[in-house]
């Protein structure tokens, strides 16, 4: 893995948004493979203001996102197609019927269509406090594939705050799974706040473990972690560091 210093969350969102447009303009029918939550949102962002001022294109391009909640529809604000939708595709010229989704009806379908597309050029990842990648869970196999997932009590805690209540949050979701993810041809794990500072400390301390699902990063070939300042604070304060 190699990591990338940024000197705050809107430095981390401007270098991954050039390395995806990067990516577009080199190949343009790529396959994206995208991420939700906090952490992208300047990102997505980023890419917005580039189509706006630049026209980068994305009439070839396909995506295919990391997950997906059981049990809400895609017109559900809470759902990722909503997300999508809102912070990313409706303000560029992808056309819809090259966005794509898991659901709990297709999981193998989905690894058949990630093939069948090319499989993923470039993967963005973010990490949950606990190290999972997409909603794969500490614990889960490093061989899985895409299906239904259990969300741990911690992960829907972290989720709440986009819900009126703890209650309102999924207890399920279907995620891309380890061994899917781990096939990106490129993958660009971003990390930002100090609520990450322990994981990502964990993640370039740590031996590879199920246990800490996003360790198996360590064995891709090309991963790139930019995290900002606040995330990279106790991997810094620490002794024998990848920074000494």
């Known amino acids: 893995m190699k990591l990338i210093e940024a000197a705050s969350y809107e430095k981390m969102s401007e270098k991954a948004a050039e390395l995806v447009i990067e990516q577009i303009k080199r190949k343009a029918n790529t396959v994206l493979g995208l991420a939700t939550g906090g952490t992208p949102v300047g990102m997505y962002k980023c890419l917005t203001e580039d189509y706006q001022n630049k026209q980068t294109s994305y009439e070839q391009v ?3 996102n990391l997950d997906e909640y059981v049990g809400l ?3 559900d604000p809470n759902s990722y ?6 912070h990313l595709f409706k303000h560029i010229n992808i056309p819809p019927g090259q966005t794509f989704f898991p659901s709990k009806e297709q999981g193998e379908q989905y690894e058949e269509l990630i093939a069948s597309l090319g499989g993923i050029d470039l993967q963005i990842l973010g990490i949950g406090e606990n190290g999972h990648i997409g909603f794969n ?15 741990t009590d911690s992960t829907r805690m972290a989720n709440a ?11 399920h979701a279907v995620s891309m799974g380890i061994a899917t993810i781990m096939q990106s041809k490129k993958i660009i794990l971003l990390v930002s706040g100090k609520q990450k500072a322990n994981i990502l ?8 473990k199920e246990a800490l699902p996003a360790s198996i990063l360590k ?10 300042q606040d995330a990279l604070s106790v ?6 560091s990848v920074f000494q």
């Open 161 to 171: 705050r986009y819900f009126a209540s703890i209650k309102e949050v999924p207890t």
């Open 137 to 151: 869970e500490p614990g889960t196999s490093f061989h899985s594939k895409t299906g239904i997932v259990k969300l």
């Open 81 to 86: 197609a909503y997300y999508m939708k809102e």
């Open 219 to 228: 064995t891709h070939p090309n991963v790139l972690v930019i995290a900002d």
């Open 201 to 208: 400390h964990r993640l370039f301390t740590e031996d590879v």
């Open 235 to 240: 991997l810094k304060e620490q002794e024998g």
């Open 73 to 75: 529809s895609k017109e």
């Open 62 to 64: 396909n995506t295919v």
